[in-house]
């Protein structure tokens, strides 16, 4: 059994780093997440000791959330995630090293007991988000990317807004954003999510897509002309997995 206290606390200095916060976007914040391996024995004990944990102490503008891993690559050992969300002021007040305290030290004593190991850590940005905003998304499918230029990446993303601001999806939600350190697997600095209110609704994405394109044609007929100003061949699709919502505090 690996000792993940060391892992969590890791990300305290990385916040100390800083980050351009762009006050009129939003839908900008940023994330921390920790990926563990819990035996099915132990996964009832391990949400609860969570759950005891963030429930007694919430955290002022910072969502927490533990997620189940459903399908991923052979090369990814989680089972569990937590991602933790906010704006800078909140998140980083939420990773300052001072704020520990022998309740959270006992909390994470006890975790460490009924994790098998610390898989992976990682931190960054979302840039945006499309589609449907506002409601939880419980399963979601992760692209993670190596973009070799950025400002391709941006180009992008422009783009995605130009078409979400006048083709809006209501059965989907989209977001994107940057890695800043770590991540699922190595080589990787984006990543795309896209969230379903089921996993039914997942498996009802291609013919959602079929019947918008449909209803929209300019659509269709925009977004292809976008997309011929992409560059994809510089987008390296490194991984990707699915997760389900267990709980957000």
């Known amino acids: 059994m690996k000792n993940i206290f060391p892992f ?3 990300l305290f200095l990385l916040f100390n780093l800083g980050f351009n916060l762009n006050a009129q976007n939003t839908d900008f914040n940023h994330w921390a997440v920790y990926g563990f391996k819990v035996s099915p024995e132990n996964e009832s004990t391990v949400f609860k000791i969570i759950d005891n944990y963030f429930t007694a102490n919430k955290t002022e503008g910072v969502s927490v959330s533990l997620y189940n891993v459903m399908f991923a690559s052979t090369d990814i ?4 995630i ?3 969300d906010g704006n800078k002021k909140n998140m980083g007040q939420f990773f300052n090293p001072t704020n520990s305290s022998s309740e959270s030290a006992l909390f994470f004593s006890k975790l460490n007991y009924f994790v098998d190991e610390a898989s992976f850590s990682g931190n960054g940005t979302r840039l945006a988000r499309f589609g449907v905003k ?10 993670v990317i190596d973009s070799e230029e950025y400002s391709e990446y941006r180009k992008w993303l422009d783009n995605q807004r130009i078409l979400d601001e006048k083709y ?3 059965y989907i939600s989209t977001a994107t954003g940057r890695i800043s350190h770590g991540g699922i697997v190595p080589g ?6 896209n969230g379903f209110k089921s996993y039914e609704s997942f498996l009802e994405k291609w013919s959602n897509d079929q019947e918008f394109q449909k209803n929209n044609p300019k659509y269709v007929k925009e977004r292809d002309k976008l997309n011929e100003e992409i560059n994809y061949d510089l987008f390296n699709l490194k991984t990707s997995f699915m997760r389900s919502l267990i709980k957000q505090w």
């Open 82 to 84: 937590i991602s933790f």
């Open 168 to 170: 809006p999806k209501d």
């Open 134 to 143: 506002e409601e939880v998304m419980p399963v979601q499918e992760i692209y």
């Open 8 to 10: 969590y606390i890791s």
């Open 77 to 80: 050992t989680a089972t569990h």
């Open 188 to 193: 990787i600095n984006t990543w795309i999510m």
